[in-house]
Nanobody, 124 residues
Framework: QVQLVESGGGLVQAGGSLRLSCAASGRAFSDYRMGWFRQAPGKEREFVATISWHGGSTYYADSVKGRFTISRDNAKNTVYLQMNSLKPEDTAVYYC?????????????????WGQGTQVTVSS
């Protein structure tokens, strides 16, 4: 079992930045691939970014590539999502998720554990 708690969301103007954090507890954090997803009102949950257990491999949705950076600190049991050049269309609830699958996983169904989410609102 892994428990995940996100923080760092808020209201920001377009062009601004936010850094989300996701603190994990429970089983060894380094055993898991971590991902960030988001869900806007009336839309399905969508993939944002993922990082391998050792942090050496990352993958991004095309919509955030070049603007968002995922990273992790296994000593602190925390994964981060640095979001720059934010756009109104980035407005959503952001969730972190964990999976023991070492392979690249881009769908919500591939992740076993989820946080409660943190709201990000980007004003125009």
């Amino acid at each position: 079992q892994v428990q995940l708690v996100e923080s760092g969301g808020g209201l920001v103007q377009a062009g601004g930045s936010l850094r989300l954090s996701c603190a994990a507890s429970g089983r060894a954090f380094s055993d898991y691939r971590m991902g960030w997803f988001r869900q806007a009102p009336g839309k399905e949950r969508e993939f944002v970014a993922t990082i391998s257990w050792h942090g050496g491999s990352t993958y991004y949705a095309d919509s955030v590539k070049g603007r968002f950076t995922i990273s992790r600190d296994n000593a602190k049991n925390t994964v981060y999502l640095q979001m720059n050049s934010l756009k109104p269309e980035d407005t959503a609830v952001y969730y972190c998720a964990a999976t023991p699958n070492v392979l690249l996983v881009l769908t919500p169904t591939g992740y076993n554990y989820w946080g409660q989410g943190t709201q990000v609102t980007v004003s125009s």
